[in-house]
């Protein structure tokens, strides 16, 4: 699970797709997302003048390998943060990395309603990682 938090956190949403419409460009604020296990549910917020994800849900597993990495309370915790525009239906923030304890610059962009692709990197964007979210219906 370590791998798969490092994934999510990591996976910072990649800038693959862009939006077809003004409409959706807009963040879908209030909107619920699972990472690909569906061990880990976030919900897009505004937080302040920018946008955060915050977990509202969270696997046993997910729990303790978070607990594990030093991150007592996963629910609650903001894994994308400090999110600004930065293009067409894209956003560049952080990502936070619950089992690590660490924040990596990151991304976030939808591709259609239904999935939202985070990116995560290090090292000055040379090392990347991304995940697919999808829309919790």
Sequence with gaps: MT????????AALPLTAIPAS???MAPPIGTQ???PSNSVHVQIDE???????TVTWASDKAKGDARRGGTENLVGTKLFRDLAP??????????????????FSGTISFAGTDKMIGKGCVLFGVICK??????IR
């Design 47 to 53: 937080c302040g003048a920018k946008l955060c994800a």
């Design 86 to 103: 930065a293009g067409s239906g894209r956003w560049r923030g952080k990502v936070f990395v619950p089992d690590m304890r660490k924040t």
């Design 3 to 10: 791998a798969n938090l490092l994934a999510l956190a990591l």
């Design 130 to 135: 991304s995940q697919t979210w999808t829309r």
């Design 33 to 35: 997302w699972h990472n």
């Design 22 to 24: 003004a409409d959706e």
